[in-house]
T-cell receptor, first 115, second 113 residues
């Protein structure tokens, strides 16, 4: 199994509070991603990183920010959580854009509930 | 934005039956992938397809990359109870900054023993 750890695994918070989810990898992979999973929508890309301090937006980036100060850590921050951000969040990593293109390894997910 | 339409959304089948699901897109992709997600876990890669027309098998699973590069299908033969889960198709188009993997909505498979 790929060495990916997400924390926290479960969190309940209130509307308007800040939330940070952490993804930690031990594989030294270059690319890291944050997805959210909601019924009927599958997995939707929030943000991704293609190197330390290099990030870009995905399809549902509004209300989220990310940071990657080290190869192994990718943080997802909700500055002011809303109920629409209640979801299961998955971190994923990949090694290379060529050859193994698109082959992501996923973490176990972080379930966030915003009341 | 880019969208993948995956069908069916759910399937209830008897053990031993064959299963077929597909994914279509309005955009061309360079790579098609199929993932399986079991309850409480993240998705796990089943099959990756890199070339239009490619047909690839992994045990009882067979997947094809459509000639138009806008579709793919996954077949599971002789289903067993452990095939239960959500199956996702995903399309990938590389870019200078790594590209993005776009997922379908998923097909939830239930297998009755």
């Amino acid at each position: 199994d790929a060495g990916i750890t997400q924390s926290p695994r479960h969190k309940v918070t209130e509307t308007g509070t800040p939330v940070t989810l952490r993804c930690h990898q031990t594989e030294n992979h270059r690319y890291m991603y944050w997805y959210r999973q909601d019924p009927g929508h599958g997995l939707r890309l929030i943000h991704y990183s293609y190197g330390v301090k290099d990030t870009d937006k995905g399809e549902v980036s509004d209300g989220y920010s990310v940071s990657r100060s080290k190869t192994e850590d990718f943080l997802l921050t909700l500055e002011s959580a809303t109920s629409s951000q209640t979801s299961v969040y998955f971190c994923a990593i990949s090694e290379s854009i060529t050859g193994q293109a698109g082959e992501l390894f996923f973490g176990e997910g972080s379930r966030l509930t915003v009341l | 934005g880019q969208q993948l339409n995956q069908s069916p959304q759910s399937m209830f089948i008897q053990e031993g039956e064959d299963v077929s699901m597909n994914c279509t897109s309005s955009s061309i992709f360079n790579t098609w992938l199929w993932y399986k997600q079991e309850p409480g876990e993240g998705p796990v890669l089943l099959i990756a397809l890199y070339k239009a027309g490619e047909l690839t098998s992994n045990g009882r699973l067979t997947a094809q990359f459509g000639i138009t590069r806008k579709d793919s299908f996954l077949n599971i033969s002789a289903s067993i109870p452990s095939d239960v889960g959500i199956y996702f198709c995903a399309g990938f188009r590389g870019g200078n900054q790594g590209g993005k993997l776009i997922f379908g909505q998923g097909t939830e498979l239930s297998v009755k023993p």
